[in-house]
T-cell receptor, first 115, second 121 residues
């Protein structure tokens, strides 16, 4: 079985603050893939990052960074110097090698960045 | 290039009617997926196509739901005898076949369409 938990339902910050979105996953597979998607008010899911379980390095992309910790089964997402345009629902998702290609999503975290 | 497209963008129907939702995947993507998102919730997997076959239909909630895909392209999700609990956003996604990708895991990345908002009155 696979499961993704995003314990933070809503987060509100002021512009320029750093914010971390938590994601904890459960899987029995040794090969798996983790994703973050952004869903702005328009509703379309935008792919942000894929992390393979066998990769070594953490990722940074501009103001975004991701911290993968196998020991704690976590894949947290940090936005540095947040902006109003970062306001959206963010979803963490998991794909296991043994369960085909389906994605299992967390419940999402609503991030609001206030000016 | 063009992304995943879905039609209609919105659909209002009466309880008991049948509806068809359409998905056009990204050109060259042989894998296609349907998900459902109820208001304020995460996404639930419905069905997955590889080419024209559906190796995983385990997420379809009842026998009122069916899907098909033709020509390794367009897919149609059909809901028969709609119920009010079917009201949701239905999202389609596509991805590259694994054998066409260079880097491990690339074929696992799914790209989503804008969704069809279904309201059953």
């Amino acid at each position: 079985a696979q499961k993704v938990t995003q314990a933070q339902t809503e987060i509100s910050v002021v512009e320029k603050e750093d914010v971390t979105l938590d994601c904890v996953y459960e899987t029995r597979d040794t090969t798996y893939y983790l994703f973050w998607y952004k869903q702005p008010p328009s509703g379309e899911l935008v792919f942000l990052i894929r992390r393979n379980s066998f990769d070594e390095q953490n990722e940074i992309s501009g103001r975004y960074s991701w911290n993968f910790q196998k020991s704690t089964s976590s894949f947290n997402f940090t936005i540095t110097a947040s902006q109003v345009v970062d306001s959206a629902v963010y979803f963490c998702a998991l794909s296991q090698e043994t369960s085909g290609s389906r994605l299992t999503f967390g419940e999402g975290t609503q991030l609001t960045v206030n000016p | 290039g063009a992304g995943v497209s879905q039609s209609p963008s919105n659909k209002v129907t009466e309880k008991g009617k049948d509806v068809e939702l359409r998905c056009d995947p990204i050109s060259g993507h042989t894998a296609l997926y349907w998900y459902r998102q109820r208001l304020g919730q995460g996404l639930e997997f419905l069905i997955y196509f590889q080419g024209n076959s559906a190796p995983d239909k385990s997420g379809l909630p009842s026998d009122r739901f069916s899907a098909e895909r033709t020509g390794e392209s367009v897919s149609t999700l059909t809901i028969q005898r709609t119920q009010q609990e079917d009201s949701a956003v239905y999202l389609c996604a596509s991805s590259l076949a694994f054998w066409r990708t260079g880097r491990p895991g690339t074929g696992k990345t799914q790209y989503f369409g804008p969704g069809t908002r279904l309201l059953v009155l």
